[in-house]
């Protein structure tokens, strides 16, 4: 089997402008970054109604066996526009941290990608540049307002906001800067996270227009004075300069599929730490223009679906008309207890145990957010016949919708009978918008109550700086605020190792922090890194350019 790199360099790909003529684009609204990828303005759309149907794809807890989540969104697609629907994906761009460290890039696999992979992956349309840039530009206001007089009182024990970059360095978590005298600035603890968790990322995907990014921006919380009052990027005056930063950046990317499907790619926030969803620009350009929108949510639903509909669909009055569940045999055998390296074997009994962790996603679906779901079970050769039988009988036992889908090997084709189930679900789906809590909930009712409906959690405990956090913020008038939980996306719960389907546990929140340019508090439950660590063999050593300057070891 070639290479997800030799597939794409062997496809057939349309020019740019042969795409955004398709998807209804006028010329005078494309901006070419090369032959094939452009820049869509989205302001001239701006009065078009919402038409689509939208198509959320999310997954059950990831597993060292993969889902395949994008590569799924991407065969749906395909598969619909085989179908002859109108179709249109909206997906996150990469961050280029994974791409040389461990997970890999975010254009899916074999014959579901999107492409150019190469000019994706690397580098795109310089949009994460832009965020890394704008996050930089305001840190560096911070330091100089101090450095210049401090007119604002900023103690400088108390600046919370960090520097990013688009590169997984672990060295750079807690550093020291401002040393080397009185003309390099105060000496001040700080750090940097990656680009995709800063602050400016969440609140360049929830903005819906250049005027609400710029308020989203101007509202960040960047210190606090010594009396411990908030001091913002407006405050400052560093909302402005950061929005005209981010001007170009903020037009949606649009590409192709292997398909020929378009798709807008565009922002990526960390799932596990902010909301993991593509930008709202992105996704409302796509529902104006195609019948059926595909996005997907990072991680488990637990996560990405619940961030996607109680965050980004509540601030921008979206809903899914239809959920899809992607999960593979062998990441239901790991629920069930079966160790890396064994997926491949015949297990019943470990499959239908880790059929809970499934199934208990499937129950959040339909019973806390009301929404149909259909599961995509992403199939292998080597899966067993009579396994996939045992998985199809446990659904129907439970009403639930079920196709296997071969987009990896087989592309669009390989997901038709996917994309039919999903079109005749979206078409007759009656889904309003069903939030996980209340709006007037204060942030600690909030918390409990995503812990008892989603992560199935018996108890909430909370430590006494999270206790101090939540009413300070309460206090401050941040309580209407969508709460973000920061834990992680292997388990329900907030231990790793508690796989399937956990009940009864109690969930820890440690601390809490507003992201009040983004609109949510993040409630942190469990550690979370913000910066990425390379592992001992990154995915970087195999990478090189040839001398004719063809890249070679990309995935």
Not at 347 to 369: F, P
Request: glycine fraction near 10%.
């Amino acid at each position: 089997m070639a290479s997800d790199l030799e597939i794409a360099r062997a496809a057939k790909l349309l020019p740019i402008e042969d795409i955004a003529r398709d998807a209804g684009f006028e010329p005078q609204t494309v901006s070419p970054y090369g032959r094939y990828i452009a820049k869509i303005d989205p302001r001239p759309y701006a009065e078009l109604p919402q038409r689509a149907r939208l198509v959320l794809v999310t997954a059950i807890n990831p597993t060292p066996a993969g889902e395949g989540k994008t590569t799924m969104s991407i065969a749906l697609a395909d598969g619909m526009r085989l179908l002859g629907k109108r179709v249109m994906l909206a997906l996150r761009e990469p961050s280029l941290g994974p791409v040389f460290g461990m997970k890999g890039g975010a254009t899916g696999g074999g014959y579901s990608q999107v492409v150019p992979m190469e000019s994706i992956n690397l580098h795109f349309t310089g949009d994460l540049h832009a965020i890394t840039a704008a996050n930089n530009l305001l840190c560096a206001m911070i330091d100089n307002h101090i450095h210049q007089g401090n007119a604002l009182g900023i103690d400088p024990r108390r600046v919370c906001f960090r520097h990013c970059l688009d590169v997984n360095d672990r060295q750079l978590r807690h550093i020291v800067q401002g040393i080397g005298g009185v003309q390099n600035g105060v000496p001040r603890e700080d750090g940097f996270d990656i680009t995709a968790a800063s602050e400016v990322m969440a609140a360049f995907c929830l903005a819906s227009d250049l005027s609400d990014l710029k308020a989203r921006l101007g509202r960040m919380v960047a210190a606090r004075t010594y009396q411990g009052k908030p001091v913002t990027a407006s405050d400052l005056g560093a909302a402005g300069a950061m929005t005209a930063l981010l001007r170009d950046a903020f037009s949606p990317n649009l590409v192709q599929t292997l398909g020929h499907t378009p798709c807008l790619m565009h922002g990526g926030p960390f799932a596990n730490i902010a909301h993991g969803c593509n930008s709202v620009a992105a996704t409302r350009l796509a529902l104006k223009m195609a019948d059926f929108a595909v996005t997907e949510a990072g991680f488990g639903a637990d996560l990405g679906a619940e961030k996607f509909l109680d965050i980004k669909c509540r601030m921008n009055g979206l809903w899914p008309s239809v959920v899809v569940l992607v999960a593979t045999l062998r990441a239901l055998k790991h629920h069930g207890g079966v160790p890396k390296g064994e997926y491949g074997a015949p297990n019943a009994a470990a499959l239908e145990k880790g059929m809970a962790n499934l199934l208990r996603h499937v129950q959040n679906i339909t019973e806390v957010w009301r929404t149909p779901v259909v599961v995509a079970l992403n199939r292998f050769n080597s899966d067993a016949p009579e396994e996939l039988r045992l998985v199809s009988e446990a659904l129907s036992a439970h009403g639930v919708a079920l196709a296997c889908c071969t987009g990896w090997a087989d592309g669009g084709q390989g997901a038709t009978e996917l994309a039919e189930l999903v079109c005749e679900v979206a078409q007759r789906s009656t889904a309003q918008p069903s939030y996980t809590y209340p709006d007037d909930a204060s942030l600690t009712e909030k918390l409990e109550i995503l812990a008892r409906r989603v992560y199935h959690a018996g108890a909430v405990s909370f430590t006494q700086q999270a206790r101090k956090d939540l009413a300070q913020l309460e206090a401050e008038g941040y309580g209407a605020c969508p709460v973000c939980v920061a834990k992680t996306q292997y388990s329900m719960s907030d231990d790793a190792s508690l796989l399937g389907a956990p009940e009864g546990y109690t969930l820890t929140i440690r601390s809490a922090r507003l992201s009040a340019g983004a609109g949510f508090v993040v409630a942190f439950a469990g550690s979370i890194i913000a910066m990425p660590g390379l592992p001992k063999a990154p995915a970087a050593l195999g990478i090189d350019v040839t001398p004719e300057g063809e890249i070679v070891g990309l995935f």
